[in-house]
């Protein structure tokens, strides 16, 4: 029972660890795609004669 608790303490330990990469990472990806997405409607909309 000992065992388990400090090897499930260890994990839990490792997943915490990982969570501020994993948010820079998802900022990072949400941000790519918006950039990506208003680039392409502001390319769009500069083929199709402009803003309506």
């Known amino acids: 029972m000992k065992r388990n608790l400090i090897i499930?303490?260890?994990?839990?330990?490792g997943i915490f660890?990982?969570?501020p990469l994993?948010?820079?990472i998802a900022?990072?990806?949400g941000l790519a795609?918006?950039?990506?997405?208003?680039?392409?409607?502001?390319?769009y909309q500069l083929r199709t004669?402009?803003?309506k």
Not at 8 to 13: D, Q
Request: net charge negative; no cysteine; charged share 15%.
């Open 8 to 13: 499930g303490s260890i994990l839990i330990g």
């Open 17 to 19: 660890g990982l969570l």
């Open 22 to 24: 994993i948010a820079k």
């Open 27 to 29: 900022i990072f990806a």
């Open 33 to 43: 795609l918006y950039l990506f997405t208003a680039y392409d409607e502001y390319d």
């Open 49 to 51: 004669g402009g803003h």
